[in-house]
């Protein structure tokens, strides 16, 4: 069903070929690791350490990925400015696929944007990558302490993490906890409410793991 459906939608006939990307079968550029969350963690090691190698990021492989891209990994962070993902993972041009919204919260959009990466690329991991001290998720648990309104389409985001993060609303390390809560919820979400993310994974084409950024050291830890 899944080759079906991408030939459906990424064949020149299709009403999204083109507009992104060419197929990753297309693509002179070859994964860079077997093992994505291991390359991950192993570019943010060298990040936290200061010997970042700053890899794919020439204009040489801006060159090279221009006909098509195979990233090896999605990610859904935070918009967050303190958590730019391919800094921190030490990655470069074409390596990660990256989804960056406030609250690293799913919605629609985003999640029609991590199923074309899916559909398109096999991607071997998808992380969902939350970080300390959240400003979605503190803003959300504020909201419900003091019952204040939120202005314009921020409380689009506040009312989806409302549900997640309430029963940390009155607890002292409550946005610790409702960081780690929100992964996970996001992780959930990943798999409930599509189908193609979910095939992916049960069928052990993608892996499907939660982390935690911490801004004061620079670690990313995978969460247990």
């Given at each position: 069903?899944?080759?079906?459906r991408?030939?459906?939608?990424?064949t020149a006939?299709g009403?999204i070929?083109?507009?992104?990307?060419?197929p990753?079968?297309?693509?002179?550029?070859p994964?860079?690791s077997?093992?994505?969350?291991?390359?991950?963690?192993?570019g943010?090691?060298r990040?936290?350490a200061?010997?970042?190698?700053?890899l794919?990021?020439?204009?040489?492989?801006v060159?090279?990925v221009?006909a098509?891209?195979?990233?090896?990994?999605?990610v859904?962070?935070?918009a967050d400015?303190?958590?730019?993902?391919?800094?921190?993972?030490?990655?470069?041009v074409g390596?990660?696929?990256?989804?960056?919204?406030?609250?690293n919260?799913i919605d629609?959009?985003l999640?029609?944007?991590?199923?074309?990466a899916?559909?398109?690329?096999?991607p071997?991991?998808i992380?969902?990558?939350?970080h300390?001290?959240c400003?979605?998720v503190s803003?959300?648990?504020s909201?419900?302490?003091t019952?204040?309104e939120?202005?314009?389409?921020?409380?689009?985001i506040?009312?989806s993490?409302t549900p997640i993060?309430a029963?940390?609303?009155d607890d002292?390390?409550?946005?610790e906890?409702?960081?780690r809560?929100?992964?996970r919820?996001q992780?959930?979400?990943?798999?409930?409410q599509?189908?193609i993310?979910?095939?992916?994974?049960?069928?052990g084409?993608?892996?499907l793991?939660?982390?935690r950024y911490?801004?004061d050291?620079?670690v990313v830890?995978?969460?247990r």
């Open positions: 069903m899944q080759s079906l991408r030939r459906a939608l990424f006939g009403a070929a083109g507009s992104m990307a060419l990753a079968a297309a693509s002179a550029t994964r860079t077997s093992d994505p969350l291991a390359a991950l963690l192993a943010n090691r990040f936290v200061g010997r970042s190698r700053h794919h990021q020439s204009l040489a492989r060159h090279d221009a098509g891209q195979n990233p090896f990994a999605v859904l962070g935070c400015s303190r958590v730019p993902a391919e800094i921190l993972f030490d990655q470069g390596d990660i696929f990256v989804n960056r919204v406030a609250g919260v629609d959009l999640l029609g944007s991590i199923e074309y899916v559909e398109e690329f096999t071997p991991l992380m969902v990558l939350g300390e001290r400003g979605a803003a959300t648990l909201a419900i302490r019952g204040a939120v202005p314009g389409h921020i409380g689009a506040v009312d993490l993060v029963p940390f609303a002292p390390d409550g946005v906890k409702a960081v809560a929100n992964i919820a992780m959930r979400a990943l798999v409930e599509s189908e993310v979910r095939h992916a994974v049960e069928s084409e993608t892996t793991v939660g982390a911490d801004l050291s620079g830890t995978p969460l």
